[in-house]
Each structure stands twice: as structure tokens, then as C-alpha cells.
């Protein structure tokens, strides 16, 4: 084999990373922190990630001066929090959307229904800081709604939350999926939740929370509606 071929046949040595962001690049697909990237990821490649990530997060630990070789508690510590974040706190990102099967509203249901409080956890997109609060939802159904379990809603939840987010971003990003998959006349979703980028470091209050929402359809435009939701969750 001369020189001039040889490079053809040697494995592609380009990181994953790269790999993947050219792919998103190419199509023209927005990245961001708290948007979902996993059609552009091929099978075997979160694995390749995994190592790519733990590598770097080596690195930072030794840019930190901390002695992985000698700390038996530090010496596997690159490899849990990589494996940590693309499989649980950032998993989001990378997984796509849990299987949620819709059911016609056999029964016309058109009364206010309630979900809620489901348990969130995300991360602070600015400090990756944990946040940690709870989603109250609220639908409107008419006779053309699809209806899906309880257990869907926080499925879909957290795996809205399971992205480097900020909490305004997150609460619009779940209305807008809750109402592609059940088309109701009205969705109100609340969030209320501690950011620790306030409690951890900054001004350290401990006591502030942030609580925000999203009304669509019936909720924006009937203020009993309205009303009788933000009652009955305060119950």
C-alpha cells in the first residue's frame, strides 16, 4: 500500500463530538444547551461520547489541581460526572422523547383536569447549578383532545428539564410540547422551583424562589378559568 493511500484506510480519528456538531451544522439545526440533539446522533456514538467527555473532564480536574491519581475519592470522578450528565442531568439532550401513546376523548371530556405537583430537576444553563421545583399542569380538553396517562406528564416533563435550562425557556418549551401532543383549548402550566446559582454562590439567599407560567388558549382568554386553576393548586 503506498503512503498516498494509506490515509483512506485509517479509522476516522475525528472526536465524536465534532462528528455530531458538523452533522447539526450541516442541516442547519440550532444546538443550543436546552435543545434536543438526538437525531443527529448515530448508534454507538453516545458511548464514544462518554469517553470523550470523561478525557475532558480529566482535564479539568487536573486544572483544578486536584489529585486524581493519589484521592481514592477523586479517582473515578471524571468518569461518574461525565456518565452523569449525559445520562441523567443533560440525558434530555440526547434521548429522544419517551413513547407516549394518545387516546381519542371517547367521552367528550371538557372539564378542567389537573396534574400536578410533579418533582423537576434541571440544571441552570448559566453555572450548571441545580434547580429543583415542581410543575403544576392544567388542561382543557374538548372532544377532539388526545388524552394521555398521568405518568406521561411527568415523563415529558422531565425530559423537557433534562437540559442545561433557564426556568422561563423550560415552562415555554413544555406548553409547547403538551399542546402538539394533546391539542386541548386550554394548557396553563406553573412552575415554582429553588435555582441554586442564588442559594450555592452569588448572594446566597436561601429562601428565593422563582415561580412562573405559561396560558394558552382558554386559560388566556377566560379569567374563571383562570382563576379556578391557580385556586385549586394552592389547595
Known amino acids: 500500500m503506498t503512503d ?11 472526536p465524536v463530538s465534532e462528528r455530531i456538531r458538523a452533522r447539526l451544522m450541516r442541516s442547519g ?3 443550543h444547551a436546552n435543545d434536543n440533539i438526538s437525531a443527529y446522533i448515530e448508534p454507538g456514538e453516545l458511548d464514544a461520547l462518554l469517553d470523550e467527555v470523561s478525557l475532558r473532564m ?20 471524571a468518569r461518574r460526572v461525565a456518565k452523569m450528565y449525559l445520562q441523567e442531568v443533560f440525558g434530555g439532550r440526547y434521548t429522544e422523547a419517551p413513547p407516549v401513546t394518545e387516546f381519542p376523548n371517547v ?4 372539564e ?7 418533582t423537576v430537576r ?6 450548571l447549578c441545580p434547580v429543583m421545583g415542581k410543575v403544576w399542569i392544567g388542561v382543557m380538553p374538548n372532544q377532539h383532545s388526545n388524552l394521555i396517562g398521568l405518568s406521561k406528564y411527568a415523563r ?17 418549551q413544555l406548553a409547547e410540547l403538551l399542546q402538539e401532543k394533546v391539542q386541548p383549548d386550554g394548557l396553563a402550566i406553573i412552575m415554582e422551583a429553588d435555582h441554586f446559582c442564588m442559594q450555592w454562590r452569588g448572594v446566597k439567599d436561601n429562601d428565593a424562589r422563582m415561580i412562573n407560567s405559561v396560558m394558552h388558549g382558554s ?11 391557580l385556586a385549586l393548586i394552592k389547595r
Open 58 to 77: 480529566q482535564g479539568v480536574l487536573e486544572s483544578l489541581v486536584i489529585d486524581t491519581v493519589n484521592d481514592h475519592n477523586s479517582q473515578d470522578t
Open 29 to 31: 439545526t440550532r444546538f
Open 107 to 110: 367521552s367528550h371530556l371538557n
Open 219 to 229: 386559560f388566556l382568554k377566560d379569567a374563571a378559568l383562570r382563576r379556578e386553576f
Open 4 to 14: 498516498e493511500l494509506a490515509p483512506a484506510y485509517r479509522a476516522d480519528t475525528t
Open 112 to 118: 378542567l383536569m389537573i396534574i400536578g405537583p410533579i
Open 122 to 127: 434541571s440544571a441552570c444553563s448559566h453555572h
Open 156 to 172: 415529558l416533563a422531565s425530559w423537557i428539564m433534562s437540559r442545561p435550562q433557564i426556568q422561563e425557556e423550560a415552562v415555554k
